[in-house]
């Protein structure tokens, strides 16, 4: 993908990442972008798909995944996740 279509897509009203957010009246609002760390840890989910800008519970069970939580969050709140093809698979 582009660089220009993805500036696009992460874009808000008027092309500025920065207004990325709509309220429940229609207006943008400010939304600030997260700094994304030079080290991402990834969460493999299993069951579902999670959208960018989605809100939605996770249930952590398994303890390599739980020691990645417990180690990355403290310091920088961004993970990034991805969805397992085959959840039966560990």
């Known amino acids: 993908m582009s ?20 309220d429940s009246t229609g207006t943008a609002e400010a939304v600030r ?17 999670i959208f960018p800008g989605t809100v939605a519970p996770l249930n952590v069970r398994r303890p390599i995944s739980i020691r990645l939580l417990d180690e990355t969050l403290p310091q920088s709140k961004v993970i990034g996740l991805i969805s397992q093809r085959d959840e039966n698979k560990e």
């Not at 660089?3 to 709509?22: K, M, N, R, Y």
């Not at 972008?33 to 798909?49: E, H, N, Q, S, W």
């Open 3 to 22: 660089a220009e279509i993805l500036t696009t897509l992460q874009s808000g009203p008027g092309g500025d990442p920065s207004h990325a957010g709509v």
């Open 33 to 49: 972008m997260p700094d994304i760390p030079d080290t991402l840890a990834i969460l493999p989910i299993r069951g579902f798909v």
